[in-house]
């Protein structure tokens, strides 16, 4: 679960994210550090395909632009200025029945 805070430059249409709250349920986490990492790369790296880049579709719904060769990694001043991740407690994986 996740919300942004952004604030919008009606003007311009520039955009500058003020906070981003995630709540991850993953279970019983192996390493909680490295899962961090994980969500905070996915985070940006979707902001990236969300904010910057042009997603074209044909009449029939395929996407042209597959690939990286269009993809703008966001840059430092892209991500949110505060960025608060949480693991959902006491959440272990289900057992088998």
């Known amino acids: 679960v996740g919300c942004v805070e952004v604030e919008v430059d009606c003007l311009t249409g520039e955009i ?11 279970g019983t986490p192996l390493n909680p550090e490295i899962d961090l990492g994980q969500i905070e790369g996915g985070f940006v790296m979707a902001l990236g395909y969300f904010l ?4 074209l579709w044909t009449s029939d719904l395929r996407q042209i632009n597959l690939g990286t060769w269009e ?20 959440t272990p994986n289900p057992s088998p029945q």
């Open 52 to 55: 910057s880049e042009e997603v």
């Open 16 to 26: 500058e994210i003020c906070r981003a709250d995630v709540l991850m349920d993953q």
């Open 71 to 90: 993809y703008k990694p966001p840059a430092v001043h892209d991500i949110p200025i505060v960025l608060n991740i949480e693991f959902l407690a006491k």
